[in-house]
């Protein structure tokens, strides 16, 4: 990891000075919001995907920077409207903002960035740019859709999971990597290469992240275990154990977490059987599926540094512990 | 207004086809959100400026009707959002949509439709377009901003309630004209005679619709009469009201209107006083102003039937009665 540490160290300034920047422009009823969500330290995967990607493909020059601040933006207003969707009460184990400011300033804190973010992208005058970032907006609306909707009418199949993790996580980084290659100017196959190593990466990235929530203690992660099981959230590892059960006892079992009504000790025993039956690990091992796929698309980036660095990427992803 | 309509009726079909194709495709979380809205039976006034400005401008074929269909979209994404951010109970006549299917699926239907716009338009692949509804999408959020703070930090300003205007209405107006002129293909002097047309004509319109909050029956807009008062609203008209108060009275009922917390009888006093006041009709009488330079603007236009009809829209704004 301490080459891509470096990597980041050094190009990361530019990103943040395009979000500082947008910060100070907002008007100050929600510019608390934004501040609070992007001060928060995230780990800015979605810049540093395009940039990787774009530097890869041979892209040079500082003018990437908004575009990959914008993908961030993207990414942070989703934050910050599902939270309220789900009522969260913590992110990267700070309050979420709508508690502290309110439901109000932080759906409108959302529309803004989402807003910017659209509008930068305008700025650089190209199409396909414009059309990969506006179907991305499209695609995490509908994701958000698909996720809320799954919560009032869970669905246990692994096809219906990927589906929304697509939504939710996939189509976001595949957007990352492709508008990268866009900037770059690649041939069609290049951004095509890029597209589906996105994609595949951000399955995977999603899928540890499920399997993250059963399997690390609160310290690591800022976010209380099992945190998916309390809020009803039908990810592999729980839907991986429904489908363990017999038709009876899943019903009932089902019937609690989609209301939210189950007690800490039945929370307890739902924790306890899914590590000792080892569906973190399972859903793990699922994860290595797509990053097999996203280093194959990889295969098909000429030789750079960058490359081999998103090659680490999905070795970091893969060794992912908090 | 027999010829505004006639050309209407001709025309809509065209416009209805494509928002109702939108509805259709929609996840059915929030397709009955979007079908209670689009369906309400709006003026549809701003895929009609859209369609009248491109037609005045000498565009002609079917292809326009996406993009006036997406501003509609614009219009009712903003709509939804508005009224779970105000907790508006009734529009149109009708239960708010959050009311009826709850707030996540609202929040979440505004954020679809906006996408949906946002993507109709990149389709037409024209930069200016794009630049276009992404500045009005983006200004459109800094209005929402923009209403609610007037809320929290009440001014009393003429300019401040300007500037909310132009965000809540005016800069979506001159985008439907903008954009009818952009695909029309004119030449910049009538993209920007179409821009200062649907800028002014968008004032107008908002000061028509605050006059008629203090001045028609409930029967006729759907709305209780004062509604904007109870709402905590400071628009031109209960602006003028506090104006010509002393500082102690009006410091006294700007704290109640800020709160909500006016009584009936109070509320009342309040529109008794404005009536008498004439504050409703010195509100026409600013809005007036702003037909005369939408009308102007309009003077830089060929003569056609659809020019002819685009003062047609002013005279119909001027006798607004519901």
Redesign the interface.
Known sequence: MSAIKEYIESNLPGVESCLSETVAGL????KPVAAHILEAGGKRLRPMLCLLTARALGHEGKDIYPLAAALELIHSATLL?DD??DRAEMRRGRTTAHIVFGV??T??AG??L???A??T??EY?S?PL??CI??A??W???G???E??QL?EPSLTVEKYTEIVVGKTGYLLQTCCQSGAIIAGSPQEQVEAARTFGLNLGIAFQLVDDALDYSVSPLSTGKPRGGDLREGKLTLPLILFLQGMNNEARDALLKKIKCQSLDPFEQQWVLEEMEQQGLSRKTREESNVYLQLARESLGRFPETRERDLLYGVLEYIKDRED
């Open positions: 008007n100050p009823l929600v409207h309220v969707l109000n300033e759906i409108l529309d803004a989402l807003a910017i659209n509008k992208v305008t005058e199409l414009m059309r506006s179907q907006i499209y995490t609306a509908v958000e859709i698909q809320i909707q009032k």
